[in-house]
């Protein structure tokens, strides 16, 4: 037996994480280990404790410690608006920018005919109880910018027709974006979505 072996156990599960590659776990189990007990015994602990009280929430997908999370049973988020995204890690880009006070819903991916992703695989369905049965006034589709995210973007907009005020977020030059460096989709988005000044 390798008297690495629980070493390199723990650099290979490193690895899988998303943009870790071998070399860069390495750096990161190395760091760790020579910090143990200021990184590396608190994240063991910390990642122990995550692991037996995260959960989805049972209202609209987003990740927390308890059945609803947080943002579904605060009062004052309860405006009436509700923030269709993919994934998770969507909504906690939303929360960080600050701009969004209302409730989401997290989809859980986004239709796709290739990877037989349709709407019983997402949470389309729960979306449209919600719409029956909480006081939506208005639906803001926030999809990422793909053929699938349109796609579903589309699909809900059919579903929900008549029933709410449905809408999306602009699209096209970001803030401090240069011409010279965007795509031809994102300058003909801008174009179509452009507004009087």
Not at 7 to 20: E, F, Q, S, V
Not at 104 to 130: K, N, W
């Amino acid at each position: 037996m390798s008297s690495t072996q629980d070493i390199d156990a723990l650099i290979d599960m490193m690895a899988k994480l998303p943009g870790l590659g071998p070399r860069s776990a390495r750096r990161a189990v190395l760091h760790l280990i020579r910090k143990r007990a200021l990184l590396l015994t608190p994240l063991a602990d910390i990642m122990q404790t995550v692991a037996a009280t995260a959960r989805e929430c049972l209202n609209c997908g987003n990740i927390g410690t308890a059945d609803i999370c947080d943002i579904c049973t605060a009062n004052k988020r309860a405006n009436g608006e509700l923030c269709v995204v993919e994934d998770v890690s969507d909504l906690w880009a939303m929360e960080r920018s600050g701009v969004f006070h209302g409730r989401y819903h997290v989809l859980g991916g986004t239709l796709s005919a290739l990877d037989a992703i349709g709407p019983q695989e997402l949470r389309i369905p729960r979306l449209i109880d919600r719409i029956a049965t909480e006081d939506v006034t208005e639906v803001i589709l926030a999809l990422n910018a793909t053929i699938d995210g349109q796609t579903t973007s589309h699909y809900i907009a059919d579903q929900l027709e008549g029933r709410v005020q449905l809408t999306s977020l602009a699209q096209g030059v970001p803030i401090g974006g240069e011409l010279d460096y965007l795509d031809d989709g994102t300058i003909t988005a801008a174009m179509l979505a452009r507004k009087k000044l």
